[in-house]
C-alpha cells in the first residue's frame, strides 16, 4: 500500500497563491489515482481534486473550479496541488489521498496523509 505525506501549507493572504506536495512511497504510486481533500474547522472532509493513474482525467469540487489544478509527476512518485485566488473560505487542513478506483469518493480512498494547514487571511 502507497504511503502518501504532505507539504507546502501555510499562511497566506486572500488573492494569494499556495502549492501543496505529496510525496508518495513505494513502486506503486503510478497504479493509484490521487486525490485532495480538506476539512475546514468544524466541517466534514470534503472532496477537493482528483487525478487519475496517467494523469489524462482529472475533476474538480465546483468550489475550487477554475482556481486549483491537480498534477502528478509519476516518475517523481508526487502529486502536487496548485492553488490560486485563494478565498477565506479555502482554509482547512489539507489531505492527500491514493485509491485504486477512479473516479472515487471518499469512501474508496486506501491511503491518507496527516495533512497539512492552509489558512488564509482577508
Known amino acids: 500500500q502507497v504511503q502518501v505525506v504532505e507539504s507546502g501549507g501555510g499562511l497566506v493572504q486572500a488573492g494569494g497563491s499556495l502549492r501543496l506536495s505529496c510525496a508518495a512511497s513505494?513502486?506503486?504510486?503510478?497504479?493509484?489515482?490521487m486525490g485532495w481533500f480538506r476539512r475546514a474547522p468544524g466541517k466534514e472532509r470534503e472532496f477537493v481534486a482528483g487525478i487519475s493513474w496517467s494523469g489524462e482525467s482529472t475533476y474538480y469540487a465546483d468550489s475550487v473550479k477554475g482556481r486549483f489544478t491537480i498534477s502528478r509527476d509519476n516518475a517523481k512518485n508526487t502529486l502536487y496541488l496548485q492553488m490560486n485566488s485563494l478565498k477565506p473560505e479555502d482554509t482547512a487542513v489539507y489531505y492527500c489521498a491514493a485509491s485504486v478506483i477512479w473516479p472515487f469518493r471518499i469512501s474508496d480512498v486506501d491511503s491518507w496523509g496527516q495533512g497539512t494547514q492552509v489558512t488564509v487571511s482577508s
Open positions: 513505494g513502486r506503486t504510486f503510478r497504479r493509484y489515482a
